[in-house]
Structure formats: C-alpha cells, structure tokens
Nanobody, 114 residues
Framework: VQLVESGGGLVQAGGSLKLSCAAS????????MGWYRQAPGKQRELVAT???????IYTNSVKGRFTISRDNAKNTMYLQMNSLKPEDTAVYYC?????????WGQGTQVTVSS
C-alpha cells in the first residue's frame, strides 16, 4: 500500500490550496480516509475524515474553510483549503482512519505567510 500526497506550497494568508492523496492498492474504496497535519514542534493531528460513503468530519479549527472529498474510481482523496491562516502551516499527510503506521507517506508541506 502506498499513499502519495501532493499539492502543497507557499501561500499568503487568505489564499487557497488543494491537496491530493493518491492511493495504490485496494484500501481506498473500503476504508474511511483522513487528512492529518503536523506543525513544527507539535504532535500530528487529525484534520478531517471521509467515509467510503462520503460522510465527513472536520476538526473545529478548519470547519467552514476546508472541504474533504474523494473519488473512489480514481483512488484519490482531496482537501480543498480556503481562507488559509498562518496556523495552518504544517506538513499534511493522508492515511486511513484509524491510522496504520505503515501507510504514512512523506506528506506535503503547506506554508501560509502572514
């Protein structure tokens, strides 16, 4: 199983980015998937989850700004991030939910400047 994140970058506060998570293998269509992030000096935290049926859950700090989605036919998950804030700066990862240690990828860096 391989999960590959992409789409990160440097953006000004108030800007937008869309992250993608491409999954290999058969895990994607049968699992709830999640986006996670780890800011410098902090523990990795859950950002959002989406079930294989499309039900979503968001952490409070991103509600109304981030949208998680998935395309099961393409084995790809997305995170649309709007109204970005400097505190959203982190490395963003995807994994199943609950996480499995062997599924972590390299992540994609998101940096929001003030």
């Amino acid at each position: 199983v391989q999960l590959v994140e992409s789409g990160g970058g440097l953006v000004q506060a108030g800007g937008s980015l869309k992250l993608s998570c491409a999954a290999s293998g058969s895990i994607f269509s049968i699992n709830t998937m999640g986006w996670y992030r780890q800011a410098p000096g902090k523990q990795r935290e859950l950002v959002a989850t989406i079930s294989n049926g499309g039900s979503t859950i968001y952490t409070n700090s991103v509600k109304g700004r981030f949208t998680i989605s998935r395309d099961n036919a393409k084995n790809t998950m997305y995170l649309q991030m709007n109204s970005l804030k400097p505190e959203d700066t982190a490395v963003y990862y995807c994994n199943v939910f609950p996480t499995r240690p062997g599924y972590w990828g390299q992540g994609t860096q998101v940096t929001v400047s003030s």
